[in-house]
Structures are given as C-alpha cells and as structure tokens.
C-alpha cells in the first residue's frame, strides 16, 4: 500500500471515483500533461467483447455458456485477475517510469454487508464488473477522492471527499481538507499544487537525520 515515502508529489496516482455525472473526467483534465487516465466503463466493455467473441484463428466461441447461454460477466470470463490485475499493474509501471500524472476513473455501487449481530454496514465500490478486485484497486492509489454532491436538489454543488467516510473510502496524502467543494474550478490548479507546495515546504525544514 503506498505511503507518504513512496508517493511522488510531482506525479500523483489517482483513483477518482463516484456516481455518474459528478465532474471526475472533468477534474482529471484539470491536472497537467503529461498524464494518463483510464476509465473503467471502457475498460470494462473492451475486456467482455474480446472475451464474449470468437477467437480468429479456430473460429470457437471464446466465451462460457451455463445451460447453452452464453454469460456476461467478469466472473464468468475469469477476466478478474487476467484483465483488471494486469491493468492496474501495467498503470503503475507507466507512472513509475515515465513519471506522470496517472487518474484512474470508476461509477460507484451500493453494496450491502451482513455483520455480527444482524446488522447490515452500508458502502459504496468502485463498479469493475468483478467483486475481488474492486476491494484491492483502491489500495494501490497514492490518492483516492470520492465525488459527489453536496446539499440539496435546488441548492447542489459538486464536491469531493478526500478522507473516509462511513459509507465512502477515500484518502490522501496531501494536507486537503475532509472534504472539497469545488464547482468549476479546476482541482490541480486551486487545492492540489498548494497542499503539494505546503507538503514540501513542512518536509524541507525537518531535521537531517544521521
């Protein structure tokens, strides 16, 4: 799990996740070039296509059948570990060694867990079309921030959480506030490279150690 020694202040791994049409592309776009961000919904749509076809060379379907119907989930096409683990792997190299901004963009769902007791805990997941992986993504981020939607519907603004709540995971490694209303300003310029400058400032007057 990244830390604050590992985490590179100048190029930042981001998970941005959340309900539709809370301004996550919006605010990747905000971060400076070069960067790279990957969205699941296309991720996921490319991985079942290539998995639910035929394959070109012998013509056999590729995908599984339960009953004679041909199924359509990550699950089915073992493409949990094959695909989404490979990604995130590969997305981690390309902001290891290239040294870039890195945003990694995902819905969220409503899950449910029973706990001792009777009682049921109430959480939000990234949806990655397979349940294993979507615990673990999250773990990988230096940066984690859940959009959203604050206040009412006449009066609604867009924010951001940088810090867990009952409901939502999120964390940083930069001196943010708990939570973010940004509207339409961009992230990167107004709250991102003033906490990234504070950080560096508090780091330059620690003691040496020998």
């Known amino acids: ?34 960067q790279y961000w990957f969205s699941f919904d296309a991720i996921n749509a ?25 199924v359509n989930t990550m699950e089915d096409f073992n493409a949990e570990t094959s695909a989404l683990q490979t990604f995130v792997r590969l997305s981690k190299d390309i902001h290891k060694y290239h040294k870039v901004n890195v945003i990694l963009i995902a819905h969220v769902i409503r899950t449910d867990e029973k706990l001792a007791g009777g009682k049921t805990h109430v959480s939000r997941t990234i949806v990655t079309g397979a349940k294993k992986i ?3 993504i999250p773990g990988n981020c230096h940066e984690v921030y859940h959009f959203n939607m604050k206040g009412d519907f006449q009066d609604s603004k867009y924010s951001l959480l940088t810090t867990h709540s009952q409901e939502d995971f999120a964390r940083t490694a930069l ?17 991102i490279i003033p906490a990234i400058t504070k950080l560096k400032s508090l780091e330059s007057k ?3 150690k020998f």
């Open 175 to 191: 001196p943010l506030a708990k939570e973010i209303v940004f509207e339409d300003d961009p992230i990167y310029d107004k709250f």
């Open 134 to 136: 979507a615990a673990k």
């Open 206 to 208: 620690q003691p040496v």
């Open 46 to 70: 490319q991985t079942l296509q290539l998995k639910s076809g035929t394959t070109k060379q012998d013509g056999v379907e590729a995908g599984k059948r339960i009953a004679g119907i041909p």
């Open 1 to 34: 799990m990244p830390t604050l020694e590992t985490a590179s202040l100048d190029a930042l791994f981001c998970l941005f996740k959340g309900e539709w049409g809370t301004r996550k592309s919006t605010q990747a776009l905000s971060f400076p070039r070069p």
